[in-house]
Each structure stands twice: as structure tokens, then as C-alpha cells.
């Protein structure tokens, strides 16, 4: 397999609409990396870049370090493994990974022999004489996999492959390709707009919103320290709470967030930051899971009221509105009733908060 490299890639369509601002982005040998963002974000233009399909405005595209913005699609040898699997349906599992091999007119002993090798390596090799239709949907993806692993591919492109499967099928279905891709030390570039498969799938996720990267990293690190407000808001189910909020002093002349007439404590490590900001009103962020619901008399409670509450079983998400002005929702272990109109405080950590700049990134920066 191969490492992957887009540089300083932009993309404007004939039509005039640019789809890709200054993408750089690297995918190394054997990483699974997941770009997930919004509806019309960029994600399949820059899957279709590298697949050749289209040529970027600007900048390189790289393979194992060859600049490819000349070759043909054939010429990288790059899979695209698509949403519908299209297998043959009139072909068994064996004639489906074999037809490739055959379009490239491989010896007949040659085909035979990479056939089985890819089979046993997918576990197809019970399943070789049944037709599509005779298999399960985890099945399916596997054997659509295994027609482009026979290739040799240089790399694996995924363009949303679980998007037609019910919700059942895709934890499935999702849990192949990661053993398929961690037992081939495949490179896979995996392209989704659900923050949940890409926050479960990538050993490293890029998050992109309107043609721009956001941030590239590990999950842990896209949810613990979202780069920007967009990041903040896309990635977690419920998503962060975030508010408008005025950076003032504190009775000891700390560094504190006034929210109607409460003032919020901010951690050490946002003093400095938040300092520099005096009196400017910034993004905060709080995640549903940070709050916990006290007494409302409790001292340094933020005063809060129920407006409505979702019993899930394993947890109870309470959707309140916060300081008379707020829309908040908190998360709480097991199931916890509260009556609509109740009255109820808030505690949060200091170290909970996030802070970012009108502008958008986070703070400090
Ligand atoms: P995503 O895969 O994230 O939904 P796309 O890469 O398909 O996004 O599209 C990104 C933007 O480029 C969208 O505004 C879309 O309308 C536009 N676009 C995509 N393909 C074409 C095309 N062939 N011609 C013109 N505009 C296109």
C-alpha cells in the first residue's frame, strides 16, 4: 500500500463554484484516515481528485510521494469502493473477485492463486460458490472489498459505503472494515458525513466545512480540544452546548464569564487568554455530559429551568433553558425524572469550559 499526500489543493468547478480551499492533508502507509463534514462540505471532490476522476485547480496530489496530477485513473491504481457494493449479481463470489484479474488478462493460475489468497485473507473462502443475493450485507461489503484488494490497489477510497444499510447492518458492517483494514494494513481514506462512524472508525479524522480542513486528529483530540467553533459543534450527540458570553473580573479581580447576572469560573490554563479579551463577548462551550443538575439553591449553582427530558435507559438528556436565556442540554447517567418547569442548578468544572476567539478558533491559541 502506499502513503497519500494532497498539497495545497484548491478546486474550482467549470461552473465556478469552489469546492476545495488550500486542502493539505496526508494519509500515511497503512492509516485509516476518516474526512468527515457536512452535506456538499468537499469530502467527495477530494476523493474524486485522487481517484483521478477530476483534476484539481491547484496544487499536488501525491502516491507514496509521485505526484500524479497527470496520470490517469488506471494509472494510480487506487480503489474506489462504492456505497452499492456493485457486485455482479449473476456471478459468484469467486467469479465476482476474479473478474478484475481477468479484464487485466492475468494467467489463468495467476487469477486463480490471487483469488484464494485475497478469499482466505476476508474469510470469503466458504462463501466463494454462492451468488451476491445468498449473502448477508456484512458479507457483501467484504467480497466488494476483496474484488478491489485483488487489484493490489494502492490505496482503498470509501465513499460513504454505509449510508444504504439500516442502522443495525452499518455497527456491522463498520466493524469489517476495520478488521479488514487493520488485517491488510490497507491506507484508507473513508469519506462520511456522520460524526459518530467517523469518531468510532478513524485512527486519525479530518474534519472539513465548506471546501476548508478544520482540524486533523485522533478522536480523543477532536473532542477534547475541538480546534474551532465549527469543530466544537459538529463532533459530539447531543453537541456542545455553546453560548455568547462576556468576559468580566470577579470580586478577587479573576478572569470570569458573566452569563445574565451569574459569573462562570474559568480554569487556570484560560486566564491569560480570557484577559486579553476583557469586556469582548466570546464562544464558550460546555459539553452535555460536563453538567451536573444540584439543588437550585446550591451555592455557585447556575440557576436553570426543565423544558423537557428524553428517558434513553442507559442515560437521561435534560434539555433546559439556562440563566432565564440559554437552551442547554444536559446528560445524566441512568435514568433521572425531572418535571417539566422544574427549578434546578448547574454545576460545571472550570476545566470543562471551552473558550474561542468571534472569530472562531479556540483559546488559547
Ligand atoms: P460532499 O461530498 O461533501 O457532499 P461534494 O464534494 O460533492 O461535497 O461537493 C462540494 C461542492 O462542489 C458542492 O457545492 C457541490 O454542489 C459542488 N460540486 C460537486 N460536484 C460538482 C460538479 N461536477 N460541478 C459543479 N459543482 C460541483
Not at 336 to 360: I, K, N, W, Y
Request: proline fraction near 7%.
Amino acid at each position: 500500500m502506499a502513503s497519500i499526500d494532497f498539497e495545497h489543493v484548491e478546486k474550482v468547478y467549470p461552473g465556478g463554484t469552489q469546492a476545495l480551499y488550500d486542502c493539505s492533508l496526508s494519509v500515511a502507509d497503512g492509516e485509516l484516515l476518516v474526512l468527515v463534514g457536512p452535506s456538499g462540505c468537499g469530502k467527495s471532490t477530494l476523493l474524486r481528485l485522487l481517484a483521478g476522476l477530476e483534476a484539481p485547480t491547484r496544487g499536488a496530489i501525491r502516491i507514496d510521494g509521485r505526484v500524479v496530477n497527470d496520470e490517469s485513473p488506471k494509472e494510480r491504481n487506487v480503489a474506489m469502493v462504492f456505497q452499492d457494493y456493485a457486485l455482479y449479481p449473476h456471478m459468484t463470489v469467486r467469479e465476482n473477485l476474479a473478474f478484475p484479474l481477468r479484464m487485466k488478462r492475468l494467467a489463468r493460475d495467476d487469477v486463480a492463486h490471487r483469488v484464494e489468497k485475497t478469499a482466505e485473507l476476508l474469510e470469503l473462502a466458504p462463501l466463494l460458490d454462492r451468488l451476491p443475493r445468498q449473502l448477508s450485507g456484512g458479507q457483501r461489503q467484504r467480497v466488494a472489498m476483496g474484488r478491489a484488494l485483488v487489484r493490489e490497489p494502492a490505496a482503498f477510497l470509501l465513499d460513504e459505503p454505509l449510508s444504504n444499510l439500516d442502522a443495525k447492518l452499518r455497527g456491522q458492517v463498520r466493524a469489517e472494515i476495520e478488521t479488514l483494514q487493520r488485517r491488510t494494513g490497507a491506507t484508507m481514506l473513508y469519506v462520511t458525513h456522520d460524526q459518530v462512524e467517523a469518531m468510532t472508525l478513524g485512527d486519525r479524522v479530518a474534519v472539513l466545512h465548506e471546501g476548508r480542513l478544520q482540524q486533523v486528529a485522533k478522536p480523543r483530540a477532536l473532542y477534547e480540544q475541538p480546534a474551532n467553533v465549527f469543530v466544537a459543534g459538529f463532533v459530539g450527540s447531543p453537541p456542545m452546548n455553546l453560548f455568547a458570553a462576556r468576559v468580566a473580573t470577579d470580586a478577587n479581580g479573576r478572569p470570569a464569564l458573566a452569563i445574565a447576572s451569574t459569573l462562570l469560573a474559568l480554569p487556570d490554563a484560560l486566564l491569560e487568554a480570557a484577559a486579553k479579551h476583557d469586556g469582548a463577548t466570546l464562544t464558550a462551550g460546555v459539553r452535555p455530559e460536563s453538567l451536573a443538575l444540584v439543588a437550585p439553591d446550591a451555592r455557585d449553582a447556575l440557576p436553570a429551568r426543565v423544558e423537557h427530558v428524553e428517558l434513553l435507559g442507559h442515560e437521561t438528556l435534560v434539555h433546559l433553558r439556562v440563566a432565564g436565556e440559554l437552551q442547554w442540554v444536559a446528560r445524566t447517567p441512568g435514568m433521572e425524572s425531572h418535571a417539566r418547569d422544574e427549578a434546578v442548578g448547574l454545576h460545571l468544572a472550570p476545566e470543562s469550559l471551552h473558550l474561542f476567539t468571534p472569530q472562531g478558533p479556540r483559546l488559547p491559541c
